[in-house]
Nanobody
Framework: QVQLVESGGGLVQAGGSLRLSCAAS????????MGWFRQPPGKERDFVAA????????LYADSVKGRTTISRDNAKNTVYLQMNSLKPEDTAVYYC???????????????WGQGTQVTVSS
């Protein structure tokens, strides 16, 4: 398994932006589909975005589509999540995860980071 560490979370006002990073270690992320999930307070963890091995294909949840961009730098072993026009409902712990095939289901992801908190104030 690959070890993942998220960073870049914080407190931001509604309408603001954040860029989350997910640094991998232990193995290269090249063979993996990389995804971001989030868990709002008191709710289940939900899919946010995923990116294919080469970065040529991406998938987004409807709730973030048009406001969020997932990207990856395989040379740096890092995945990013750029979030713009943030809303209070984006408040959640954001997790990075790795899977061997494309999926929006958390159960298909084998490696997970510890999460980073994003709080959007109104």
């Amino acid at each position: 398994q690959v070890q993942l560490v998220e960073s870049g979370g914080g407190l931001v006002q509604a309408g603001g932006s954040l860029r989350l990073s997910c640094a991998a270690s232990g193995r290269t992320i090249r063979p993996y589909v990389m995804g971001w999930f989030r868990q709002p307070p008191g709710k289940e963890r939900d899919f946010v975005a995923a990116i294919s091995w080469t970065g040529g294909s991406t998938l987004y949840a409807d709730s973030v589509k048009g406001r969020t961009t997932i990207s990856r730098d395989n040379a740096k072993n890092t995945v990013y999540l750029q979030m713009n026009s943030l809303k209070p409902e984006d408040t959640a712990v954001y997790y990075c995860a790795a899977a061997l095939s494309p999926s929006i289901r958390g159960s298909d992801y084998d490696s997970w980071g510890q999460g980073t908190q994003v709080t959007v104030s109104s």
